[in-house]
């Protein structure tokens, strides 16, 4: 079992960036996928970035290309989501979520395909 806990999200200013973290805890962390998802009001969730288990793969959602920087650091049971150029548009709730693979590089881009999720942060730009 894995259990994650999001933080960073708070209110920005068009243009901004902020960093998200997730702290993880359990036994499969390290050989765990790693993703980003975000769910704005009334819509569904809406996958943001993946990162496989070493962080040697990674991959983004088309409207967060470019500007969303996802990485780990495994040896503090961390994600980090890195966003910059922040949009009106960009407003939502952050959540983590893993799933373990066992050492594959896969990441999954479905978010019926992880495990394990976070409470979620708010992140609000605003212009």
């Known amino acids: 079992q894995v259990q994650l806990v999001e933080s960073g999200g708070g209110l920005v200013q068009t243009g901004g960036s902020l960093r998200l973290s997730c702290a993880a805890s359990g036994p499969t962390f390290s050989s765990s996928a790693m993703a980003w998802f975000r769910r704005a009001a009334g819509k569904g969730r809406m996958f943001v970035a993946a990162i496989s288990w070493s962080g040697g793969s990674t991959g983004y959602g088309d409207s967060v290309k470019g500007r969303f920087t996802i990485s780990r650091d495994s040896a503090k049971n961390m994600v980090y989501l890195e966003m910059n150029s922040l949009q009106s548009e960009d407003t939502a709730v952050y959540y983590c979520?893993?799933?373990?693979?066992?050492?594959?590089?896969?990441?999954?881009?479905?978010?019926?395909?992880?495990?394990?999720w976070g409470q979620g942060t708010q992140v609000t730009v605003s212009s």
């Open positions: 979520a893993g799933r373990p693979t066992f050492y594959s590089t896969a990441y999954y881009t479905q978010d019926h395909e992880y495990h394990y």
